[in-house]
Structures are given as C-alpha cells and as structure tokens.
C-alpha cells in the first residue's frame, strides 16, 4: 500500500487525488481560495452550538462554498453534504475514524453514512438552529484536509 511504504510520496499522491477528487486541472495550484484559512480556525473558537448560534445567510454560504467545491448545498440551504468512494471498507472505516476525531477536538458532529461498505456520505448542519453555521463551514473545511483512500474508478468517474 503506498500509503504505508512511501508517507513523502503518498501525501504529494494524496494531495493530486484531493485536487482531482476537487475538479481542480493544475496539480500545482493550491487549494480553493479561503479553505487554508477556514481550517486554521476553530469550532470551539465560536462558543457551543446553541438555538442562539447565527446562521449563515446565501451570500455567506456562497462565499464559504467557493473554498469547499466537494460539498453541495441540500435545496433547503439547511445541511452540506460530501460523498465519494472509497477505496475499500477499510479506507471508508479510516476515513470516518479521522472524521470522529476532528469533530470530537471541534465540538462539532456530523452525520457519517456508509453504504455498500465503501460508498461515504458526510452530512454536516448545525441542529441546534436547523440550518448552517460557521461551525459547519469550519468542520467541512477540516474533513477537507483529511487523507482519503478513494476508489480509483470513483477518481477516474470524477475528472
């Protein structure tokens, strides 16, 4: 597994795999505009998610949603959501542990979905409100960072 054997080459990989999986042409090009800024802030910067917690209007999730193109806004504009196949049931089960702890250093949770032991959904929104949040946005940003094994034919499908 390349991920084990070479961790210097398998991050440049990673990383050429986030920008595909992203829809992005330049494996030089960096990030979506703002996503570096959105994971250096913190959920628990923001206090506890509380039916007081501000939602977001269009024009800010708009602006928000530049830096996150893997995540697509439900009709309603009251979760997020990101889906992809794994690799395998164990890359899908990596992933997710990586998702719990993030969100357990945020303080913010999302709705992991598995289907057909490799198919990944995750469903980010601020319940407490019902609707979306910066906590969401921060969180999305964060997922966004994490290492994935994805399915080469999913990759393939995406470009």
């Known amino acids: 597994m390349l991920v084990h054997r070479y961790p210097a080459a398998s991050l440049i990989v990673l990383g050429a795999l986030r920008q595909l999986q992203t829809g992005m042409s330049s494996l030089l090009s960096p990030g979506p505009p703002g996503s570096d800024a959105l994971t250096k802030q913190s959920c628990q910067s923001l206090g506890k998610c509380t ?93 966004d960072a994490l290492p994935v094994e994805y399915s080469p034919k999913w990759l393939r499908q995406q470009s």
Request: without cysteine; glycine residues 4%.
């Open 51 to 143: 039916k007081d917690t501000p939602g977001l209007s269009d024009l800010e999730l708009q602006k928000h949603l530049q830096a996150l193109p893997a995540w697509q806004l439900n009709d309603s504009k009251t979760s997020l959501a990101r889906s992809f196949t794994a690799k395998n049931f164990v890359a899908a089960i990596k992933f997710f542990d990586q998702v719990a702890e993030v969100a357990e250093q945020e303080g913010h949770h999302p709705d992991l979905h598995l289907v057909n032991f490799r198919e990944v959904q995750v469903v980010l929104a601020t319940h407490a409100i019902g609707g979306l949040s910066m906590f969401d946005i921060i969180l999305a940003a964060k997922i």
